[in-house]
């Protein structure tokens, strides 16, 4: 069935296409098989027990996803048959709905608090998980706001349609002509991984990004890309950390919701200073983005693309917030994109200090 089903563009199907095809598949309703099949389970288990083997069945694994797609909630869900990066024919189930996870923990307790610094905008993110009735309460920063500073350059922008060679260029030299007066280290994303190489490439040949004694450098500071493994960028992040806190700093080019802009830690001296390159739309021609706009359109007219932006920035807080790690801390922001200028207000209040900086057009 999935030799059948998978090409090698993504296809999306609705849940109960899924079901009907799969019942199709194995000439059988999703319940019989279920039950068919429940006996068996309990075997290999106890077999399992017997042998002093970990009592887990692979079988009970794709018993749970089926069960999972007969009783779900089909206008909640969409299917995916796609190739993973092994080249593996694949079938995803995705929930559209996140209160689907949430609402029962709400229920059954008897109170839930639910907080983090990149909730902006407060209120439709209380919409998307389906608690438009909380009560919603907003905190200003811990930080002292006298240290923050956020420079926006509308001169610039990643939109695909105006990615052009100038442009690139352009982005470069904003970077290169503020990062030198960054103390110790800085960080730089970029929305994705190709586009980080195009445009280090596109710097490296027009000398905006140097070589001195063999090594990068950007701004004075030693150039470092993040990993593409989890190892190697492991390594890479250690290297780029005690180059941060000494001599001229450095500099690390990382991706929007990669392994460095959701979780790490760069305190202090690690990075003085963010740069942020383009907006982190999700890719729009992903079936699932698309299928999730089209999921909050259908509960209420343009939730849609408010959602699919709310997202995008809160991508963007995420890596800011890699710059801020305590009381004490400070960090100086680079938003190089004029759609941060036209929707300041979903960057987190303490990215923003007291006021964000407009760069002149002729800047």
């Known amino acids: 069935h999935l030799r059948e089903q998978t090409t090698e563009r993504p296809t999306l199907k609705r849940a109960e296409t899924l079901q ?149 260029l352009r982005i470069g030299k904003s970077i290169a002509s503020e990062i030198g007066g960054v103390p110790h280290g800085a960080l730089i994303f970029f929305p994705q991984k190709r586009f980080m190489h195009t445009c280090l490439d596109a710097w490296s040949i027009n000398g905006v990004i140097k070589t001195s004694r063999g090594r990068l450098q950007l701004g004075g500071k030693s150039l470092y890309i993040e990993g593409s493994s989890a190892s190697s960028n492991t390594d890479v992040v250690a290297r780029y950390k005690r180059s941060a806190v000494s001599g001229k700093g450095a500099v690390l080019c990382c991706v929007f919701r990669g392994r460095n802009s959701e979780g790490s830690n760069f305190p202090d001296r690690q990075a003085r200073g963010i740069f942020l390159v383009g907006v982190p739309f999700a890719n729009y021609g992903d079936p699932l983005v698309r299928a999730q706009i089209n999921y909050y359109d259908r509960r209420d007219s ?38 941060y200028a036209a929707n300041v207000g979903l960057v987190s209040a303490w990215a923003i200090g007291d006021g964000p900086e407009l760069l002149a057009p002729d800047a």
């Open 20 to 168: 009907r095809e799969l019942e199709l598949a194995l000439n059988a309703g999703l319940y019989d098989i279920l039950d068919h099949y429940d006996d068996a389970v309990e075997k290999i288990r106890s077999l399992k027990k017997t042998l002093g083997d970990p009592p887990v069945s692979y079988l009970n694994g794709v018993m749970t996803f089926l069960e999972l797609i007969a009783k779900s909630s089909k206008d909640k869900y969409v299917a995916l048959y796609h190739r993973d990066r092994r080249g593996v024919n694949t079938l995803d189930y995705r929930c559209l709905d996140p209160a689907l996870a949430i609402q029962p923990i709400v229920e059954e307790a008897k109170g839930a608090l639910i907080m983090s610094g990149t909730l902006s905008p407060i209120d439709l993110f209380a919409e998307v998980l389906g608690l438009g009735d909380a009560v919603k309460k907003a905190y200003p920063p811990i930080q002292n706001t006298e240290k923050i500073r956020t420079i926006i350059d509308p001169t610039v922008t990643s939109t695909f349609r105006e990615r052009s060679d100038e442009m690139i």
């Open 302 to 339: 343009g939730m849609g693309q408010r959602w699919y932006t709310m997202d995008a920035f809160r991508a963007a807080n995420q890596a800011l917030g890699r710059g801020i790690r305590g009381k004490e801390d400070w960090c100086h922001y680079w938003l190089l994109d004029r759609r």
